[in-house]
């Protein structure tokens, strides 16, 4: 038997730690890489990826959990589920369009979410982790919030539990008045679907348990700028200057 | 829950500053374990926190928001979180969560003790 020394590309993978295949990698800004029938790339190419300290509003970790109980699953089926079904759990009026490759480490997916007024609110998110028992997605800018959201199951008391956590700060002013004014419940409601959605799938009744923390009630005024990127503001100035877009396509044949 | 992998030992090393030694694994079940950490850490009006992440050997994005958490309490108490050890691999993580932008990344434990008694 004789020993080999091993070649540098392989010694650096030997060093490199067991979680550097579970994270993005880093790029200064979003990229797209194929745009889905019916999807809107007007609030993601190009933008930057935002955590909660890049954000105005008040800081909130909102935790969102549903026991899988008498469920044969283990964590690491759950989140396999969870990846690949991502978006059958949403409720009606938002969708997501998955990336060609799945929930990957730094894929980006676009969103269509739905705004008072009938107005489509086109966004998206990139997979900033994703492990065999959790995944975790981050914003852009001009998202109406500016956090990460972790999807993860474990086991407690003899049964799986599945769990979706969200550390953010509303994106910018407009946000944060969106938010206290009826978005906050918006969005718990839309967790609490997905996880009950989840659980229904698997056979799990179980009700879905909410805990809200305001992990800092100050706002960060020297981020009131962000609304310039503001997705909401943009999308809906897209559809009114549809028919313009039209006008000049039609021009140009 | 699995028991957390990770030990955080307290050293003070002024009447101002504190380093904490992390080993071991950052994860979720690491909050109690960084949160007494903290607590030792501060005590005695301590105003400049350190942690050496020259032993980190795992960390998830669930370990990522326990340090945005710590960051809010540590600024809460008008501290300063300073942090020094980070591999290449631990600094891209910290530039893509942009953590970078609130945590003050230093390359040695003299430079970050340095900076966290002025």
Redesign the interface.
């Known amino acids: 038997m004789t020993e080999q020394t091993p070649q540098p590309e392989e010694r650096k993978e030997t060093t ?5 295949v ?6 200064e800004t979003l990229k797209v890489s194929g745009v889905a029938e019916g999807a809107t790339n007007i609030n993601v190419e190009g933008r930057r ?6 954000g105005f509003g008040k ?1 909130w ?1 909102k935790t969102y959990r549903v026991r899988l109980g008498g469920v044969d699953a283990s964590p690491a089926e759950v989140i396999q589920t969870w990846k690949e079904n991502y978006k059958d759990f949403w409720p009606e009026g938002n969708v997501f369009y998955a990336p060609l490759a799945g929930i990957t480490p730094g894929e980006v997916a676009l969103i269509s979410g739905s705004l008072p007024g009938g107005v489509k609110l086109s966004t998206g998110v990139m997979v ?2 994703a ?1 065999d028992e ?1 995944f ?1 997605l ?1 914003t852009p800018q001009g998202h109406p919030f500016s956090g ?1 959201i ?1 999807f ?1 199951s ?3 008391d003899g049964a799986t539990i599945a769990q979706a ?1 969200v ?1 953010m700060r509303a994106n910018d002013p407009l946000y944060e008045v969106g938010l206290r004014m009826g978005g906050h419940k918006m969005e718990d409601e839309m967790w609490q679907k997905t996880l009950a959605n989840l659980a229904v799938h698997f056979g799990a009744r179980d009700p879905v348990e909410t805990n809200l923390v305001c ?2 009630p100050k706002l960060q005024w020297r981020h009131y700028r962000n609304v310039w990127h503001n997705a909401g503001i943009r999308s809906a100035l897209h559809m009114v200057t549809a028919p313009l877009r039209w006008r000049r396509d039609r021009a140009a044949r | 829950m699995p028991q957390a992998q990770i030990t955080m030992d307290v050293r003070r090393v002024s009447d101002k500053v504190s380093v904490v030694d992390v080993k071991g694994e950052l994860t979720a079940f690491a909050e109690g374990v960084l949160m007494d950490a903290y607590g030792q850490a501060s005590e005695g009006g301590v105003r400049g926190i350190v942690m050496n992440f020259e032993g980190l050997e795992y960390m998830n994005s669930s370990g990522i928001g326990l340090l945005v958490t710590l960051l809010i309490r540590v600024n809460r108490e008008k501290q300063r979180l300073l942090i020094f050890g980070l591999s290449d691999h631990y600094q891209s993580i910290f530039q893509i969560t942009r953590l970078d932008d609130a945590i003050a990344i230093h390359d040695s434990e003299e430079e970050a003790v340095k900076a966290a008694s002025t």
């Open positions: 490199e730690p067991r979680d550097a579970y994270w993005a990698r880093y790029a990826a935002v955590g909660p300290l890049q800081m970790q900033l982790y492990d959790s975790t981050m990460w972790t993860s474990f086991e407690e956590q550390l992990v800092d």
